[in-house]
C-alpha cells in the first residue's frame, strides 16, 4: 500500500531536549515536504527537499532542521524545541515536479513542548 | 480527532445538493493551484489541481474553477456525500513550483 509514515504520532517533551520526527514513504518519490499546521494559520511549509541531498527553506524554517540522506527518509529535526513548536505536523511525498500535486500526506504528529 | 481549525468558515450543506467551496489566492504568478481535503484525525488528501493556464478542471464529482482576473478559486463538489463532510484547503504552489501555501481552510458539514 502506497503511504507517507511518520513517528511518533503523539510526542510531549519538554523544553531544549532534542527531538526528531521520521518521515518515511514507499512510493520512490523525489519530493517530499514538511507542514506544521496551527489553528487559526492553517498549514505552513516548513522545509521541502527536491531530492537527495538537495533541501530547501519553506516559509517557517527557523527551529527546524531536515536531512535527505536516502529517497524515502526525511527527518524532522528539533535542536532545541521550545514551546511555539507546539504543533501538529505533517510531512508529505510527491512524484510531480510541482509541488502538491498528487501528493500523498502522513497521518501526522502531534507535538506538545512544555 | 485532531482540530484542524477554531473559527474555520462553515458551510452547511443538504445531503444530495451542490457544494461550492470558495477561495481567493494571492499570488497571481503562482503555476498550479491545488484542493485538499481533510477529515478529523486525518492528514491532507489531494482532490484535483489547475494549472494557472486553464480556466476550468473536471474530476470525479468535483470541478475546480480559476478566475485569474480576479484571483479566485472555487471547488464544485456535485451530489454532495456525507463522506464530504471535512475542512477543504486551497493552495498555490508559486511561480517556481516547488513551494506550496495554503490558504485557511473551510469547513463542510453535510446534513443528511
Known amino acids: 500500500e502506497a503511504q507517507v509514515t511518520q513517528n511518533p504520532r503523539y510526542l510531549i517533551t519538554v523544553t531544549g531536549k532534542k527531538l526528531t520526527v521520521t518521515c518515511s514513504q514507499n512510493?520512490?518519490?523525489?519530493?517530499m515536504s514538511w507542514y506544521r499546521q496551527d489553528p487559526g494559520l492553517g498549514l505552513r511549509q516548513i522545509y521541502y527537499?527536491?531530492?537527495?541531498?538537495?533541501?530547501d527553506k519553506g516559509d517557517v524554517p527557523e527551529g527546524y532542521k531536515v536531512s535527505r540522506k536516502e529517497k524515502r527518509n526525511f527527518p524532522l529535526i528539533l535542536e532545541s524545541p521550545s514551546p511555539n513548536q507546539t504543533s501538529l505536523y505533517f510531512c508529505?511525498?510527491?512524484?510531480?515536479?510541482?509541488?502538491?500535486?498528487?501528493?500523498?500526506f502522513g497521518q501526522g504528529t502531534r507535538l506538545t513542548v512544555v | 480527532g485532531e482540530s484542524v481549525g477554531l473559527h474555520l468558515p462553515t458551510l452547511s450543506v443538504q445531503e444530495g445538493d451542490n457544494s461550492i467551496i470558495n477561495c481567493a489566492y494571492s499570488n497571481s504568478a503562482s503555476d498550479y493551484f491545488i484542493w485538499y481535503k481533510q477529515e478529523s484525525g486525518k492528514g491532507p488528501q489531494f482532490i484535483i489541481d489547475i494549472r494557472s493556464n486553464m480556466d476550468k478542471r473536471q474530476g470525479q464529482r468535483v470541478t475546480v474553477l480559476l478566475n485569474k482576473t480576479v484571483k479566485h478559486l472555487s471547488l464544485q463538489i456535485a451530489a454532495t456525500q456525507p463522506g464530504d463532510s471535512a475542512v477543504y484547503f486551497c493552495a498555490e504552489t508559486g511561480a517556481a513550483g516547488n513551494k506550496l501555501t495554503f490558504g485557511g481552510g473551510t469547513r463542510v458539514l453535510v446534513k443528511p
Open positions: 527537499s527536491m531530492n537527495v541531498e538537495v533541501t
Open positions: 512510493m520512490n518519490h523525489e519530493y
Open positions: 508529505a511525498s510527491s512524484t510531480h515536479r510541482v509541488v502538491g500535486t498528487e501528493a500523498f
